[in-house]
C-alpha cells in the first residue's frame, strides 16, 4: 500500500537538527539520561545494572505493564500492548478498518490518523472546531450514524490545545455507545492538562469499546525513548496487533523500556516538570500576542497539551512565511499547509526552554 507522505514528519525531516529555534515542536525537552536515571529506586536500578540487551517479550516487559496499567483505573497488566505510537496508530487502522468504512476524524489533526483509513478507502467525516475554537459535541453527533466504524479523537489536541470537560467527554462517549461505535483515542498528551481539576480519566477507563493510546515522547519529554502502548479492554484487537507485531519490530528496545518503567514510577518527576514550563510559557506567549495585535488575530490558548495553533494576519500564505523566517532566523514553525488545514495557521510549540528567546529573534526579524 502506498501511502502519501507525512507532510509534517517530513516538514521537520528538513529542519528539526539544523536551524536555531524549534518554535512548533510537540515534544517537551528531552530529560537526560542521568535525570532518567536519578529517579530510580534501588529495584529499578537493580533492573537497569543487570539488563541484558536481548530480544524482549513481545506484549512489553510484565513489570512495564503493570506500570503502564497503575495509570488507569479499570486496566490490568494484560490489557496493554506496548510499541512504538506510529505503529500503533496503524496497527489499529489496519486490524478495524476495511474499504467504505465511516470514519470520524478531528481535523486539524496528526496526519497517520486519517490518512491511513484514507489509503484503507475509508469515508472520512472531518469533526474541526467551531468560530470559538471549540469541538462541539453537537457538529460531531451529526457527523455519526449507524455505519460509523471508528470515530478518532485526540485530546488533549494537537494542534490546538483544546481538551474537553468531563460533560463534553461523556456526550462523546453517549454518542459513540447510541450507535455502539469504536472510539480510538489518541491520548499522546494524557495528564498534561495545564490546570489540574480539568484533568479527565482515559477514554478506555470509561467506555468498553474504546482504545487508548499513550507514550513517552510527550507528557514526560522522553521521545527518544520510541515508546508508547494501547491500553484496551478488547483483548481480540491487542491479539491481532501482537500478531501484527511479529512483522515489524518484533519487540521492544529492552534498554527503553526500563527507563520507561522508572519515568512512569515517578511520573510527577516528569509530567510536573513539563507543565510547569509550558504554564511559564504560555504567559510569555500571551505577552508576545498582546504586543503583535496585527499579526496574531486568532489565538485560543491552548487548554491541555503542548502546543497551540495561531491565526496569523498576513499577506501570503503560513508556508511561505515560515520559509522566509527559517531561512533568515533559523526559527522552524510548523504552517497549516502540514496540517492540510488552510494556509494561515501556524503551530506553537510550549515545551521548549528557550520559547522566549526564539519570540526575541521573530520579533527583531518583524521590526526589520
Ligand atoms: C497526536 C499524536 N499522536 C501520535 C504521535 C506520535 O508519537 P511518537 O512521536 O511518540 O511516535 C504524535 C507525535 O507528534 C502526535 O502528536
Redesign the pocket.
Same mark, same amino acid.
Given at each position: 500500500m502506498e501511502l502519501e507522505p507525512f507532510k509534517l514528519e517530513r516538514y521537520f525531516a528538513k529542519y528539526e537538527f539544523n536551524v536555531r529555534y524549534l518554535l512548533s515542536s510537540? @515534544?517537551c525537552d528531552g530529560f537526560s539520561m542521568n535525570y532518567v536515571l536519578s529517579c530510580a529506586e534501588h529495584g529499578e536500578m537493580e533492573l537497569w545494572n543487570n539488563l541484558t540487551l536481548g530480544y524482549t517479550d513481545s506484549l512489553g516487559h510484565p513489570l512495564l505493564r503493570e506500570a503502564i496499567a497503575k495509570h488507569y483505573n479499570t486496566i490490568g497488566r494484560d490489557d496493554v500492548f506496548v510499541l *512504538?505510537?506510529?505503529e500503533a496508530?496503524y496497527f489499529i487502522m489496519q486490524l478495524c478498518l476495511q474499504k467504505g468504512d465511516e470514519v470520524v476524524c478531528m481535523r486539524p489533526a /496528526?496526519q *497517520? %490518523?486519517y490518512q491511513i483509513a484514507k489509503n484503507i478507502g475509508c469515508r472520512l467525516h472531518y469533526w474541526e472546531p467551531d468560530a470559538n475554537g471549540i469541538f462541539n459535541v453537537d457538529d460531531l453527533a451529526k457527523l455519526v450514524s449507524q455505519k460509523t466504524r471508528l470515530i478518532i479523537v485526540?485530546f488533549p489536541h494537537?494542534p490546538t490545545g483544546y481538551y474537553p470537560t468531563k460533560g463534553e467527554l461523556d456526550r462523546i462517549i453517549a454518542v459513540a455507545s447510541k450507535h455502539n461505535t469504536m472510539l480510538f483515542s @489518541?491520548e499522546? /498528551?494524557h495528564k498534561l492538562v495545564h490546570n489540574p481539576v480539568n484533568l479527565n480519566d482515559s477514554l478506555c477507563d470509561l467506555y468498553d469499546n474504546a482504545i487508548s %493510546?499513550w507514550?513517552? +515522547?510527550?507528557s514526560f519529554g522522553l +521521545?527518544g525513548l520510541?515508546i508508547?502502548w494501547v491500553a484496551t479492554h478488547n483483548r481480540e484487537l491487542l491479539h491481532k496487533m501482537k500478531l501484527l507485531k511479529d512483522y515489524f519490530t518484533i519487540c521492544n528496545s529492552a534498554a527503553s523500556e526500563i527507563l520507561t518503567m522508572i519515568a512512569l514510577n515517578n511520573s510527577e518527576r516528569f509530567i510536573e516538570v513539563n507543565l510547569e514550563k509550558i504554564r511559564s510559557n504560555k504567559l510569555i506567549f500571551a505577552s508576545f500576542a498582546d504586543r503583535h495585535p496585527d499579526l496574531i488575530v486568532d489565538y485560543n490558548e491552548p487548554m491541555a497539551g503542548s502546543t497551540g495553533f495561531i491565526k496569523l494576519n498576513i499577506e501570503i500564505s503560513t508556508l511561505n512565511y515560515t520559509q522566509r523566517l527559517v531561512e533568515e532566523t533559523g526559527i522552524m514553525m510548523v504552517p497549516a499547509e502540514m496540517f492540510e488545514y488552510g494556509n494561515s495557521h501556524v503551530r506553537i510549540g510550549f515545551g521548549r526552554a528557550n520559547l522566549q528567546a526564539a519570540l526575541q529573534v521573530w520579533e527583531n526579524w518583524m521590526k526589520r
Open positions: 510537540s @515534544d *512504538s505510537p506510529g496508530n /496528526y *497517520s %490518523l485526540n494537537n @489518541d499522546m /498528551y %493510546l507514550g513517552m +515522547a510527550k +521521545a520510541r508508547g
